[in-house]
């Protein structure tokens, strides 16, 4: 189900998610949602963050791009229970470069963050890989 609303910004930046969104998503006072702005698209996306104790991470990526080839990574992250909040990506060259952002929650990981580094770096679709703390959610 889509929604669309519009929405007022105030003099302190701030909006209301209106009360239909709110119940459809299952937003909650006191829940921590993720804001991602894209300043070349002028969008930004929303996402209610759960577990409430996520542990958030931005793995950047290059890739070749080739049918799978983030297919493969997210099942590598899969397998370590990683959990995907939200993703972007975009090809850079046709059938050479892509590049992607995934936000994260490592809460559950069970290897160290830089063990996670070098198993997504040693799969043959990867170029590069970077990660990056954001915040663990208290």
């Known amino acids: 189900m889509k929604l669309t609303e519009i929405v007022r910004v105030d003099n302190k930046g701030r909006i209301t998610i209106p009360m239909v969104v709110r119940e459809a998503l299952g937003i909650v006072e006191g829940m921590h949602i993720i804001l991602i702005a894209d300043s070349e698209k002028r969008e930004i996306l929303l996402s209610p963050l759960l577990p409430p104790k996520a ?22 992250l899969a397998e370590l229970n990683v959990d995907l909040i939200a993703s972007h990506c975009t090809t850079i060259k046709r059938g050479e470069l892509a590049e992607c952002t995934l936000v994260a929650d490592i809460s559950k990981l069970a ?20 990660i990056t703390h954001l915040r663990r959610i208290a």
């Open 55 to 76: 542990a958030l991470v931005e793995i950047s990526l290059k890739l070749h791009d080739i049918p799978g080839a983030l297919a493969t990574v997210t099942g590598e």
């Open 111 to 130: 290897i160290p963050i830089d063990k996670l580094r070098e198993k997504l770096a040693i799969l043959p679709v990867v170029k590069y890989v970077s």
